[in-house]
Nanobody, 114 residues
């Protein structure tokens, strides 16, 4: 059974930082392209960042230069370091794994508010 479990969300003030983690099980982790997406209330789910099997990264325009995606294949984990957070970053953040089939986690809430 494939599982993606996100953690690390929470509440933070503007300008703060959070580090999200997503642990995968039931897949050959290193063979998958991984990504983080987010969905704010009333909004469509949007790309935050992706990382390929080779480690190539891609970022959404609104988070570039503030967020960093990385992966640890030995720990079956993908990370999202989020710095200089703004209220516009408030959303549920989802982890995704793709290799032919697509798998999603259930999400973790990030709230940025003063």
């Amino acid at each position: 059974q494939v599982q993606l479990v996100e953690s690390g969300g929470g509440s933070v003030q503007p300008g703060g930082s959070l580090r999200l983690s997503c642990v995968a099980s039931g897949i050959t982790f290193r063979a998958y392209a991984l990504g983080w997406f987010r969905q704010a209330p009333g909004q469509q789910r949007e790309l935050v960042a992706t990382i390929s099997r080779a480690g190539d990264t891609l970022y959404g325009a609104s988070v570039k230069d503030r967020f960093t995606i990385s992966r640890d294949n030995a720990k079956n984990t993908v990370f999202l370091q989020m710095d200089n957070l703004t209220p516009e970053d408030t959303a549920v953040y989802f982890c995704r794994a793709v290799q032919g089939l697509t798998y999603w986690g259930r999400g973790t809430q990030v709230t940025v508010s003063s």
